[in-house]
């Protein structure tokens, strides 16, 4: 069955680094376009970022921009979330998601896995 498994969440320093990981299984992972998605404690599920299915395209929300990079590795059948200069306003459940198409809804989401960044 599909699955897709988020790791690397934790709690870090205002200012600090962390990278997410997400394994997927049971689909052709390499055919489809890969997204990150969070939502914070009170508030709706946003758009982080990006990853086409051949890695030419990243697409960021502006909140992120500049310090998280999407990459994918479609031999592992992974994709990660680099975010670097992390703020407490990114504190959330961070999510990867799958779409076969830029013109579909995201089908596969994982579970998820909480970022927290103290001030």
């Known amino acids: 069955q599909v699955q897709l498994l988020e790791s690397g969440g934790g709690l870090v320093q205002a200012g600090g680094s962390l990278r997410l990981s997400c394994a997927a299984s049971g689909f052709t992972f390499s055919s489809y376009a890969m997204g990150w998605f969070r939502q914070a404690p009170g508030k709706e599920r946003e758009f982080v970022a990006a990853i086409s299915w051949s890695v030419e395209k990243t697409y960021y929300a502006d909140s992120v921009k500049g310090r998280f990079t999407i990459s994918r590795d479609n031999a592992k059948n992974a994709v990660y979330l680099q975010m670097n200069s992390l703020k407490p306003e990114d504190t959330a459940v961070y999510y990867c998601?799958?779409?076969?198409?830029?013109?579909?809804?995201?089908?596969?989401w994982g579970q998820g896995t909480q970022v927290t960044v103290s001030s």
């Open positions: 998601a799958a779409r076969a198409t830029v013109a579909e809804s995201y089908k596969y």
